[in-house]
């Protein structure tokens, strides 16, 4: 049986993400380096690489994308849990952060003075 020669332009093939289509990576996909993920119970659920995830947020509802780079950060930089996922917007996350400031006493404050 002759081998047919798969048909791909060159161009094609120098570029780095074909080849990861071809290995049948998602086409934005970011490779992950495993040895820098926090090890977890299961080898398995250990991704490979990191796609662009659409999710909701659980405060605003809004759909945001957390990137796969956002992800690969994530996960090997500020070494979050394989468990862990995005749960709020861009924005929420930011209100959040300028509210929390360090004081938990924020709701009373909040809640007085919109009462006025
Ligand atoms: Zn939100």
Redesign the pocket.
């Known amino acids: 049986m002759a081998k047919r020669k798969r048909r791909i332009p060159r161009y094609k093939r120098e570029d780095p993400l074909e080849a990861k289509r071809q290995a049948g990576y998602p086409a934005n996909a970011v490779e992950a380096d495993l040895t820098q993920q926090v090890p977890n119970n299961s080898y398995a659920s250990k991704p490979l690489y990191y796609s662009d995830i659409e999710f909701e ?1 659980d ?4 759909r945001e994308v957390w990137t796969a780079t956002q992800q690969k950060w994530w996960y090997e930089v500020a070494k979050g849990s394989l468990y862990t996922t995005a749960k ?2 861009r ?2 996350r930011a209100a959040i952060r300028a509210t929390h400031g360090g004081t938990p006493r924020r709701f009373h404050k909040d809640r007085s003075q919109n009462s006025n």
């Open positions: 947020c405060t605003c509802g809004r709020r917007c924005a929420c």
